[in-house]
């Protein structure tokens, strides 16, 4: 099954990202497409978090393995398949992207439905706005977005609009 998600930033009111991937692929993978889509330094750093409802951060996808004494601390990306903790719409998900500055985009399940076998996923679906500058030096907002209501409104909003990706769509070769 192909898993459709939409991802936002809470900073950037103008950028959205749709990412359509197997749900047989690992969240490096997903990792993977959203680093070369956003143009950003594959060097540094990131985890996914699975997100509740109030996008509280739970469980922890990391880059390296980061196993102690007492068991795993996270799960690396690497060794998880995408369908083996997401199940359902509207699941949720936090990708920090820039952990120095703690600076996250808020990623949900759309749509779950059959591949295209013309496809070859992963593949950026939508994309609208510039995203985000990654980097350690980054300004930290002074007003970040701590109202989870905001964040939804932000879902609703893009999930109720239309857009016009012109004429020549878009497919995975792109990125």
């Not at 956003?38 to 990391?62: H, I, P, V």
Request: aromatic residues 12%; proline residues 4%.
């Amino acid at each position: 099954m192909i898993y459709k998600f939409r991802m936002i930033s809470g900073d950037e009111k103008v950028f959205l990202r749709d990412y359509e991937i197997d749900s047989n692929q690992t969240f490096l993978d997903f990792h993977k497409i959203i680093q070369e889509n956003l143009r950003y330094d594959s060097s540094q750093l990131a985890s996914f978090f699975l997100a509740d409802e109030n996008w509280n951060k739970g469980l922890e996808l990391t880059l390296i393995d980061m196993e102690n004494d007492g068991g795993p601390a996270a799960i690396p990306m690497d060794s998880i398949k995408i369908k083996e903790v997401i199940k359902e719409k509207k699941e949720r998900l936090l990708y920090d992207y820039d952990i120095i500055a703690d600076n996250s985009f808020f990623i949900e399940l759309m749509d779950i439905y059959t591949p295209d076998c013309k496809k070859k996923y992963p593949i950026c679906s939508a994309s609208v706005g510039e995203p985000p500058l990654q980097s350690e030096f980054q300004n930290i907002s002074t007003d970040p977005v701590n109202d989870d209501n905001s964040i939804n409104d932000i879902l609703n909003e893009f999930d109720s609009q239309e857009f016009d990706y012109g004429s020549e769509g878009f497919d995975g070769d792109d990125y």
